[in-house]
């Protein structure tokens, strides 16, 4: 699979890639539980491979429709993992502004990487990491989102972070932050994140045989765009400028170009 070479690609697989599932009120369902299934099928053909859910407190987790889990760890564990990832739905509106968040977030060590489905990519926008980097968010409205009261997510995201160079790729790979476009994007990013982890394409297309996923899988496998300046995972990225409001007009998207082809 083709990539820019400057990609900080993992050159061996990572032993243990272990993945750090954020959940919230009204965490939209598949955003979440998309990627953790892709984890959890990966772990019959590597069980060292291990994804677990992280709440800012160890209680029950209402997402949305009532669907309750109960997270493995607090943010007080302070958990290891190679990658954290924050889902979209509507509570996002309230975690854009949760500064325990953005404080977990801004400590975690530089080598993890920071990833998100759907809206989870306002949190990054809101906190200024997107600044001057492409990325992504759900593209397809809801009825209230298609109205005069709405926006939809990704122009949204365009008002949250302005600085943030727009995509509609279904995955964004900006380095050290990887964002997916809407809901059932979840699972491309966990395909991803394994790649991501070192993990070959025979191995991943292995998993998606598995999931009966291999005719989605190989419709999605070329729209990833990659960063032509990614953000390194071994260092912090440089101070943002100033956080937007949502109250910020909405600026023209700056065009990106067509990712390169990827081979089969």
């Not at 943030?164 to 380095?175: L, N, T």
């Not at 050290?176 to 070959?200: C, K, N, P, Q």
């Not at 400028?241 to 600026?251: A, D, G, H, I, R």
Request: net charge negative; with cysteine.
């Amino acid at each position: 699979m083709n990539r820019p070479a400057n990609l900080p690609m993992m050159s061996q697989r990572k032993r243990g890639f272990r993945l750090g599932v954020y959940v919230f009120k009204d965490a939209e369902i598949v955003d979440f539980t998309a990627p953790h299934g892709v984890f959890s099928v990966a772990r019959r053909f590597d069980p060292e491979l291990d994804v677990f859910l992280i709440a800012d407190a160890m209680r029950p987790v209402q997402a949305q429709a009532g669907f309750t889990v109960l997270p493995n760890y607090s943010f007080a564990d302070q958990p290891a993992m190679d990658a954290f990832l924050i889902p979209g739905g509507a509570g996002t509106r309230q975690e854009t502004w949760n500064t325990r968040l953005h404080d977990y977030i801004d400590a975690l060590p530089a080598t993890c990487l920071l990833t998100s489905v759907c809206t989870g990519s306002w949190i990054y926008g809101h906190m200024g990491l997107l600044d001057g980097i492409p990325a992504t968010n759900r593209k397809e409205p809801d009825r209230l989102e298609a109205s005069h009261l709405g926006k939809v997510p990704i122009d949204r995201l365009a008002e949250i972070a302005p600085a943030c160079r727009i995509s509609r790729a279904r995955v964004v790979d900006a380095g050290r932050i990887v964002t997916a476009g809407g809901i059932a994007s979840g699972m491309e990013l966990g395909f991803h994140l394994l790649r991501r982890a070192g993990y070959d394409e025979g191995f991943i297309r292995e998993v998606a045989r598995c999931m009966e996923y291999t005719a989605a899988y190989d419709t999605y496998a070329h729209d990833i765009e990659y960063a032509p300046n990614p953000v390194p995972c071994h260092a912090k990225p440089e101070s943002p400028s100033p956080q937007s409001t949502l109250s910020q007009s909405v600026p023209q998207p700056v065009p990106l170009s067509q990712p390169a082809p990827l081979s089969q």
